[in-house]
């Protein structure tokens, strides 16, 4: 493993030197189909005897041709392809794009819509670690831990089924505003869901924090320093595992985490963002469910304060699609439509470039788009935190046994369909 | 009269024949009541999870709507110890002869769910990279629609994959003389279709 | 926006390499000037030593690579090169962030390797190889990451068609052999 001079691996013993260098090594295959719950992904491991010499890790087994389809899709059809990226949080896809989008026509949008966007935010959050943390259990045969994730999530589902239609991808927002509007059921949802969660995260607490076998089977296994972690490109909670203080909710603020987001000077959004300076698999456990909690406080705040208002910007700049009301009864609210829905019609954005990043629970998800004037991005790149963070599992697990190799691959956290697109 | 001689009138049956397909009837009916009962409540899944149907196959194991009321809850992934693969997930190309190898690593018999538009027939991805369905290359018995379907729908494409199960190796009844003794004659398929269990025809 | 002021790099660097022209320029013109992020364009031949200084100047520290890609501007409108490899730079002390593009073109278009200076340009450089065939020097272990082995073209290449070349259809078909 490489260190940088100056940091020290506490947990040093977790990991050794080969008696006989250069003895019998063997080469094993895992995957890309393997017990491990995390889709794709094949490492090919030299191995000597249970420790692991040298690992590979090929990828691409679910290269889909996402950014190629963004060049033949218009801004708001994008989305839905976006949903297919992250998808254990679509909705933080979704938030994503447009508001990179957002950025590249150079248009704000209302405060009610902020609002419910940062709130579908945090609920994509806690969907995402909720999963993560379930399977890395589920991997570690801790089956129950897996159950209880879920069951909270099928909470989630019914909130998003609620709020867009569809329970797993939503596709909810557009440009300049969202597909819906957040019912008041949906509101009781969501207040019913802070309410039940905080039990349930007790529960799987109690399951693995102080369980032996799990602090045994994380405890200094895939450390990476700080410095490294910089160095590889690491973000979120992998990154602020290894005390890498960094969070683009604080550094680079947007949506309700900004100050002044409704222009009438309202406060951002109060916050903690946990960091550690364990650095290995535990530390990121430990780091999530803090999140977790930190998320629900959010949700808490926000669901008691959706300003009033509309969700989207106003029609008139034809970046959203008109009240139907005007559709069916005006013939300017007709062509209005229709100028946004035909294929040779739409957006037409300004030539230029620009890129758009929020904190998802993976990282820095961002969207880098270019456009030549046309309806469809010229270039919409996703900067896939699960593909850079990826890139320094072979020196997670160097020295490392087999079974560990399970272990650093659910912390990690990653989505094939992000990492190949 | 042996068995095998055609009578000069087809439609009058002999007590052979009859014993033959009353003898058949009991062998369906205690075949459909023991192998294919046992099989149908065992179905253990290959979970071929690629991408997001990968997590709705997962939550349709979870509580909520627990698969293991169908006796499918041991999801193995090891494909020696399964009988049902579900595709679920695109199939990029780089992916696609894994599969094939999993599928023939799976041992007789096997069925095999296409799960979600992308595998069924390539879903929104039209594009180099994504197999246009997997039954381009592979047999499936049942596709389940939906992009990704809830879970309720992978549970009914399970229940459609039970009743093929059920079903299996079982004569249908026109072919058997409608169960008064006689013997129509049956065209051979243009392919031959090995029906029941190895050994037996 | 503080993050996006990089009046000090840019300072740093006119400094240090006064003989190149780096025509910084925001991406994009946008109403509030203090949101544009600023893109400067570095020579293939001084890129080496452009990003050394970026990573260890004491202005810059841009300690980490945010995103390394490639943009074809073969069908832009007044476009004069055709691959703008495209460097995103990251200072997670200071916290600000800087855009770069490298432009080369055909025949043959090669970008000196990054991976000397961070670690994590390692697949994204593969990624950029591999989409649009543009080479790595000293990249090291510079093969194709998300297509498949034996596969040819540059899919994010302009020219390159949506639903391919027919590559897609070239599989072997499994019977079935039993019911």
């Known amino acids: 493993m490489t260190q940088v001079a100056g940091q020290s691996n506490p947990f040093a013993s977790a990991t050794y030197a080969p008696e006989e260098p250069g003895g019998d090594l063997w080469t094993l295959n895992l995957g890309p189909q393997h017990p491990a719950t995390h889709t794709t992904l094949r490492h090919v491991l030299e191995l000597d005897g249970e420790r692991v010499v040298k690992c590979t890790v090929h990828i691409g087994y679910l290269h889909s041709g996402f950014e190629k389809q963004g060049e033949h899709l218009n801004y708001n059809q994008y989305v839905v392809i976006t949903d297919r990226m992250n998808y254990v949080s679509p909705i933080a896809n979704n938030i994503a794009w447009h508001h990179a989008v957002e950025r590249l026509f150079d248009i704000e949008i209302t405060p009610r819509c902020k609002v419910v966007r940062t709130l579908m935010a945090e609920l994509a959050r806690i969907q995402d670690h909720l999963l993560c943390v379930g399977a890395a259990a589920l991997d570690l045969g801790g089956f129950t831990a897996f159950l209880y994730g879920f069951n909270e999530r099928e909470r989630i589902y019914d909130i998003t089924e609620e709020l867009s239609g569809s329970r797993f991808h939503t596709s909810w927002t557009r440009v300049g505003g969202a597909l819906s509007d957040i019912s008041p059921r949906c509101i009781e949802m969501i207040r019913e869901f802070v309410r039940v969660l905080p039990p349930a995260l007790d529960d799987v607490e109690k399951l693995l924090n102080r369980n032996r076998i799990f602090v045994e089977r994380t405890r200094g296994i895939g450390y990476i320093s700080t410095e490294n972690a910089i160095n590889w490109g690491l973000t979120g909670p992998?990154?602020?595992?290894?005390?890498?203080?960094?969070?683009?909710?604080?550094?680079?603020?947007?949506?309700?985490?900004?100050?002044?987001?409704?222009?009438?000077?309202?406060?951002?959004?109060?916050?903690?963002?946990?960091?550690?300076?364990?650095?290995?698999?535990?530390?990121?456990?430990?780091?999530?469910?803090?999140?977790?909690?930190?998320?629900?406080?959010?949700?808490?705040?926000?669901?008691?304060?959706?300003?009033?208002?509309?969700?989207?910007?106003?029609?008139?700049?034809?970046?959203?699609?008109?009240?139907?009301?005007?559709?069916?009864?005006?013939?300017?609210?007709?062509?209005?439509?229709?100028?946004?829905?035909?294929?040779?019609?739409?957006?037409?954005?300004?030539?230029?470039?620009?890129?758009?990043?929020?904190?998802?629970?993976?990282?820095?998800?961002?969207?880098?788009?270019?456009?030549?004037?046309?309806?469809?991005?010229?270039?919409?790149?996703?900067?896939?935190?699960s593909f850079i963070n990826y890139q320094c599992f072979p020196t997670l697990v160097e020295g490392h046994q087999i079974s560990d190799v399970i272990a650093v691959l659910g912390s990690m956290n990653i989505i094939a369909a992000e990492l190949d697109r | 009269m042996g068995l095998g001689t055609t009578p000069a009138a087809p439609h009058l049956a002999s007590k052979d024949d009859v014993l033959t397909t009353r003898l058949d009837h009991l062998m369906d009916i205690l075949r459909q009541g023991t192998v294919n009962w046992a099989r149908r409540n065992s179905l253990?899944?290959?979970?071929?999870?690629?991408?997001?149907?990968?997590?709705?196959?997962?939550?349709?194991?979870?509580?909520?709507?627990?698969?293991?009321?169908?006796?499918?809850?041991?999801?193995?992934?090891?494909?020696?110890?399964?009988?049902?693969?579900?595709?679920?997930?695109?199939?990029?190309?780089?992916?696609?002869?894994?599969?094939?190898?999993?599928?023939?690593?799976?041992?007789?018999?096997?069925?095999?769910?296409?799960?979600?538009?992308?595998?069924?027939?390539?879903?929104?991805?039209?594009?180099?990279?994504?197999?246009?369905?997997?039954?381009?290359f592979m047999p499936v018995d049942v596709y389940v629609p939906g992009c990704p379907p809830r879970p309720e729908t992978l549970l009914e494409g399970v229940m459609a994959i039970q009743r093929i199960v059920d079903n299996d190796g079982i004569r249908p009844s026109r072919e058997r003389g409608g169960g008064r003794g006689l013997r129509l004659a049956v065209t051979a398929p243009a392919v031959p279709v090995q029906l029941g269990l190895p050994g037996e025809n | 926006m503080d993050w996006l002021n990089v009046d000090n790099v840019l300072a740093a660097l006119a400094e240090r390499f006064a003989a190149v022209e780096f025509q910084p320029a925001p991406l994009m013109r946008l109403k509030d000037a203090s949101r544009q992020q600023t893109c400067i364009?570095?020579?293939?031949?001084?890129?080496?030593?452009?990003?050394?200084?970026?990573?260890?100047?004491?202005?810059?520290?841009?300690?980490?690579?945010?995103?390394?890609?490639?943009?074809?501007?073969?069908?832009?409108?007044?476009?004069?090169?055709?691959?703008?490899?495209?460097?995103?730079?990251?200072?997670?002390?200071?916290?600000?962030?800087?855009?770069?593009?490298?432009?080369?073109?055909?025949?043959?278009?090669?970008?000196?390797?990054?991976?000397?200076?961070?670690?994590?340009?390692?697949?994204?450089?593969?990624?950029?190889?591999?989409?649009?065939?543009?080479?790595?020097?000293?990249?090291?272990?510079?093969?194709?990451?998300?297509?498949?082995?034996?596969?040819?073209?540059?899919?994010?290449?302009?020219?390159?068609?949506?639903?391919?070349?027919?590559?897609?259809?070239?599989?072997?078909?499994?019977?079935?052999?039993?019911?």
């Not at chain 3, 069908?75 to 703008?84: E, H, K, L, T, V």
Request: hydrophobic share 40%; with cysteine.
């Open chain 1, 238 to 385: 992998l990154a602020r595992a290894s005390g890498v203080r960094r969070d683009l909710r604080k550094d680079e603020p947007y949506l309700c985490y900004a100050d002044n987001w409704d222009g009438k000077g309202a406060t951002a959004l109060d916050f903690k963002v946990p960091i550690s300076d364990l650095g290995d698999v535990y530390g990121r456990y430990l780091v999530r469910l803090e999140e977790i909690r930190q998320s629900l406080a959010m949700i808490d705040k926000l669901v008691e304060n959706i300003p009033p208002g509309p969700m989207n910007v106003l029609a008139g700049d034809k970046l959203t699609l008109p009240d139907k009301r005007e559709t069916y009864f005006s013939i300017e609210g007709l062509i209005h439509h229709f100028e946004q829905v035909m294929t040779n019609r739409g957006h037409r954005p300004q030539v230029g470039e620009a890129y758009g990043a929020n904190e998802t629970a993976n990282g820095e998800l961002g969207y880098y788009v270019v456009s030549d004037g046309g309806n469809c991005a010229y270039r919409a790149r996703c900067r896939p935190p």
């Open chain 2, 44 to 136: 253990w899944p290959m979970p071929f999870a690629t991408a997001c149907c990968g997590i709705e196959l997962m939550a349709t194991g979870a509580s909520r709507y627990d698969i293991a009321r169908f006796g499918a809850e041991a999801m193995r992934f090891t494909p020696r110890q399964c009988d049902l693969m579900i595709v679920a997930g695109r199939v990029a190309i780089k992916m696609m002869p894994v599969l094939q190898r999993i599928y023939l690593q799976m041992t007789e018999p096997k069925w095999v769910i296409s799960m979600g538009a992308c595998a069924c027939t390539g879903g929104v991805f039209d594009n180099y990279a994504v197999v246009q369905g997997v039954d381009q």
């Open chain 3, 41 to 179: 364009r570095v020579p293939a031949d001084q890129l080496i030593a452009v990003m050394r200084f970026l990573h260890d100047d004491e202005r810059c520290r841009f300690d980490q690579l945010a995103d390394l890609t490639c943009v074809d501007y073969l069908n832009f409108p007044d476009a004069a090169d055709r691959y703008g490899v495209t460097y995103m730079l990251l200072s997670t002390r200071i916290g600000h962030r800087l855009w770069a593009k490298c432009f080369v073109n055909d025949p043959a278009p090669e970008v000196p390797s990054v991976t000397g200076i961070w670690k994590g340009a390692e697949w994204l450089e593969r990624e950029v190889w591999d989409m649009f065939g543009v080479k790595f020097a000293g990249h090291g272990d510079l093969r194709r990451i998300l297509t498949w082995e034996g596969f040819e073209a540059h899919p994010l290449r302009k020219d390159y068609p949506l639903r391919g070349r027919g590559e897609r259809e070239n599989y072997e078909r499994i019977e079935r052999e039993s019911a």
